[in-house]
């Protein structure tokens, strides 16, 4: 248990990351005051994220050199970082399923007597620790059974049962609903009222704005500037992270088109998850799915795009009824789905961008007999990796090696590649930084302008309610409510928390 | 092959997948030419480090072991006599063209993210079932069978992977063990089947312009499957399934098609490497005690050496050829310098180590 030399103060110096020949970071020194949240903002390949694992010992520097307390340090691994009081809560988040709430917590750090773990000491420290952070969670759950904001809170729960002072969150608020996140804030203004130092690493700037003391900006791996949040607007913080000419974003407002319908769905069902789901969308529309995490849009996504089996429901597409049962049918149909996670369910992280954009549709670039055309696929790669302007735009680089925005835009190419006349897209910027995310938007506006018939799943309602024609508002596996286009932000709230009134947290 | 125009000025050749590896390591007459993976990117790299960049850890494990295969070459061509003559390394390849066969194979399986321990028991029984219809029908019916029946079983474990989800090892260590006593019975407990028509024995114990028939057969299979897996849409499936099932599925590919495709090809192989055993013996035998016993271990260990990803995704037939004959290497030179054999299981058990524990320090590293 860290006890002296535990971290109240962090300084970084000249800290240098190199991969695979591109720099991460690059010559940026940092230094964290005790009792602070302090966030790290930037573009997607910044290397805000890379700054936070360092820190954490997740991964060391090239270059540089970290100080806690004055004292220089070298971490190589979590674990070490973890001695001098310093826990990483990753985005990725790494409980353990099979075990409860509680084991979790004292993973590792168990009492015992004898080599023998005491499970009724455990079972007390945790209600003590419960009750003296005031973070509720029911300790004997399964954590596999949780939700990411409460796997989130065993992560934190097992931060402070080892008496962590300095917590790493690297965007920890990315698969959050808007009132977990009001939950995971409180938790940090605790957390921090108790001396706790906090890195928030996060792309939402209007919660570093809300939630942070101090700020780092960071731009291609170097480092912009360190202000107290009190000095930084919205808008001064675009411009550091891009420099003064990309301000902030501007959706687009297209009008409502009449146009033959090209995907209508009636009566979808799924046992437990779907509930008599119908809706069309017209050739050229953008009809945007609000609802909130678990309300089922997701789900009703890959339900369509033959993902996920369904128990009942008619897909037609462009007038023919179409059988989908796998999600080569929905592509025979027509549809093209961009899945939630480009990581778990898009990218071949290890395969070349080439291979990443023609993959769902290979014979476009093979012979009859199934030999590829090499250079037919680079040729037709670029163009698409150009349109896109994907960094780098070489059919050669690996995926694995770009950065988020930019995989989203390879994922948006491999569609892209079989023109499809229905485009359903689950989170297509997620975790993708704000010129990315402009750009996505325009290309998503671009091609419904030019016919598609666009499903747009989102979990931020700004971008739903700036793109979409029509808004579907989900909840608890049905669409509860349909809006025309540009409806008022409060009332698709209520809508989606399946309120009447304005009492919204 | 379409020609290598390069729509990319500003590319610099190096990343052009069409360009074949400047240094290959191939000490074999009639092995297939390394080339690059057009697909796996990291295959790219060897050119830049030759031309003077920094020689990084993922460098050491993709292309350690060209360098180490070189080294050892060398070493053993100086230290004996012997080891550099024609004749010893067209024994070299000889003696592991049944193993190259079946590994060069199950790196279809591999990299399309399963395994396949039934190697030597599909060697076993179509080796068996070969001889005994070479008996029993006619000689002719040796081939068909041998190679359609290692084909069967490869599809009865591709249809236990994907119809029933059992997991890969325990499926095909299962099957194993019942095509291991399925050979048995066929040999009525363990006898010899010994067909006497040279037509049998022909392609094990013949050569053609001085060379043996199985290191052709060896050479052709290898050739093949790396331009499959480097240059067709299978190919390409295999990487993709490997890489990112889900993926794959979400992109319309037919996830369980081309799983059991592996399986068939890795047990026609398999049944293929069978019928030259039993050629080069002139006997079928159910034993496991030779080759039917290690070929698994070796295979697989010959594409782990080569650095193939076990976990699927990455690797190449080429690898695998220089994993195998690495192995088959040690073997030999070991032998030409009279060290005693225990030590050959201790080195290459070693360097297989190394290898793997190598590629996983610098994933680990880089995530």
Redesign the interface.
């Given at each position: 248990m860290p006890t002296e030399a535990a971290v109240t103060q962090l300084r970084l110096v000249s800290i240098g990351k190199r991969?695979?020949?591109t720099k991460a970071l690059d010559d940026v020194s940092v230094e964290l005051a005790r009792g602070t949240v302090h966030a790290l903002v930037g573009a997607n390949g910044a290397g805000k994220s890379t700054l936070g694992k360092i820190i954490g010992g997740v991964i060391r520097p090239d270059e540089g050199q970290l100080f806690v307390n004055d004292r220089p340090v070298r971490y190589a691994s979590p674990s070490e970082a973890r001695i001098d009081g310093i826990a990483t809560i990753a985005q990725e988040l790494t409980p353990v399923p099979a075990l409860s709430v509680i084991e979790n917590v004292y993973l590792g750090i168990e009492p015992r007597r004898h080599g023998l773990v005491q499970r009724h000491r455990m079972r007390a420290q945790y209600a003590e620790l419960v009750a003296e952070w005031g973070f509720e969670l029911d300790g004997n759950v399964k954590v596999g059974a949780l939700r990411t904001a409460d796997k989130q809170k065993v992560e934190i729960l097992r931060a402070v049962a080892s008496d962590a002072r300095l917590i790493v969150m690297d965007e920890p608020t990315s698969s959050l609903t808007s009132v977990e996140t009001k939950t995971l804030h409180r938790m940090i203004r605790t957390l921090r009222e108790r001396g706790r130092t906090i890195v928030y690493v996060s792309h939402f700037l209007d919660e570093v704005l809300e939630l942070a003391d101090m700020v780092t900006v960071l731009r291609s791996g170097r480092l912009v500037r360190t202000a107290p949040v009190t000095e930084e607007t919205e808008e001064s913080l675009v411009a550091g992270m891009f420099g003064a000419a990309a301000a902030a974003e501007n959706f687009e407002k297209p009008q409502r088109s009449t146009a033959p319908v090209m995907l209508d769905v009636s009566g979808l069902d799924r046992r437990g998850v779907l509930r008599d789901i119908s809706l069309q969308i017209r050739a050229g529309e953008i009809v945007g799915l609000a609802g909130l995490v678990g309300s089922g849009r997701t789900e009703l996504a890959r339900a369509i795009?033959g993902?996920d089996p369904v128990d009942r429901g008619t897909i037609v597409v462009d007038g023919t009824v179409r059988r989908i049962s796998?999600?080569?049918d929905a592509?025979?149909a027509g549809m093209a789905?961009l899945?939630e996670s480009r990581k778990?369910?898009?990218?071949?992280?290890?395969?070349?961008l080439?291979?990443n954009t023609t993959?769902?549709d290979?014979?476009a670039v093979?012979s009859r007999l199934?030999?590829?055309?090499?250079?037919?696929e680079?040729?037709k790669t670029?163009s698409l990796l150009n349109m896109l302007s994907v960094q780098p735009?070489?059919?050669?680089?690996?995926?694995?090696n770009l950065s988020g925005g930019n995989q989203q835009k390879v994922m948006f190419a491999?569609w892209l590649f079989r023109n499809p006349r229905v485009l359903i897209l689950d989170e297509p910027t997620r975790g993708v930084d704000v010129a990315a995310r402009a750009a996505i938007h325009q290309l998503i506006n671009n091609l419904a302008a030019a016919g598609t018939a666009v499903l747009l799943i989102s979990s931020e309602i700004e971008e739903v309610l700036g793109l979409a024609h029509r808004v579907l508002v989900m909840r608890r596996g049905s669409i509860t409510t349909e809006f025309g286009a540009d409806p008022p932000l409060d009332a698709v709230m209520e809508a989606a928390f399946g309120l009447g009134g304005r009492t919204i947290a | 092959m379409t020609a290598p125009s390069d729509p990319l000025a500003s590319d610099p050749p190096a990343s052009d997948p069409l360009t074949p590896e400047p240094v290959t390591g191939e000490p074999v007459a009639g092995e297939p030419v390394a080339t690059a993976d057009p697909v796996a990117a990291r295959e790219i790299a060897l050119p830049r480090v030759l031309s003077g960049r920094r020689i990084k850890a993922e460098h050491v494990r993709d292309y350690g072991i060209i360098v180490f295969a070189v080294a050892l070459f060398a070493y053993f061509a100086v230290a004996s006599s012997v080891f550099l003559t024609s004749q010893n390394l067209l024994n070299l390849v000889f003696q592991n063209a049944t193993i190259g066969i079946a590994a060069c194979a199950v790196t279809f399986t591999i990299i399309a993210g399963n395994f396949d321990l039934s190697l030597g028991s599909i060697f076993v029984l179509s080796e068996v079932l070969g001889a005994y219809v070479a008996v029993h029908w006619g000689v002719w019916w040796s081939f068909p069978i041998a190679i359609g029946s290692g084909a069967v079983m490869g599809l009865i474990n591709g249809l236990l992977v994907t119809k029933l989800r059992v997991n890969a090892f325990l499926a095909t260590l299962a099957s194993a063990l019942s095509f291991g006593g399925i050979a048995v019975g066929v040999t009525r407990g363990g006898l010899l089947i010994t067909p006497t028509s040279s037509v049998f024995t022909f392609i094990g114990q013949h050569r053609i312009i001085g060379i043996q028939y199985p290191v052709i057969i060896f050479a052709v299979v290898a050739i093949v499957l790396q331009l499959v897996l480097a240059y067709t849409v299978f190919g390409r499936h295999l990487y993709g399934v490997g890489g990112n099932r889900n993926a794959a599925r979400l992109s319309g590919l037919k996830v369980d098609r081309t799983v059991i495709l592996t399986f068939v090809i890795t047990g026609a192989a398999c049944g293929l490497a069978g019928l030259i055993d039993s050629s080069m013996t002139g006997s079928g035998s159910s034993t496991t005690a030779g080759l039917g016993g290690t070929l698994p271990l070796l295979a697989i260990a010959g594409v782990a050496l080569g650095g193939s990803s076990i976990f699927g995704g990455v690797g190449s037939v080429w690898r695998t050829v220089l994993g195998v004959l690495m192995l088959g290497m040690i073997t030999n030179g070991f032998d030409l310098l009279a060290v005693t054999p225990y030590w050959q299981d201790i080195v290459r058990g070693i360097l297989i180590i190394l290898a793997v524990a190598l590629s996983f320090a610098v994933d680990r590293r880089d995530a």
């Open positions: 991969y695979s020949g795009a993902a796998s999600p080569a592509m025979a789905f899945p778990d369910d898009g990218l071949f992280l290890e395969l070349s080439a291979a993959f769902a290979l014979p093979a199934g030999v590829l055309r090499l250079a037919q680079r040729g670029t735009p070489a059919p050669s680089a690996k995926a694995a491999r | -």
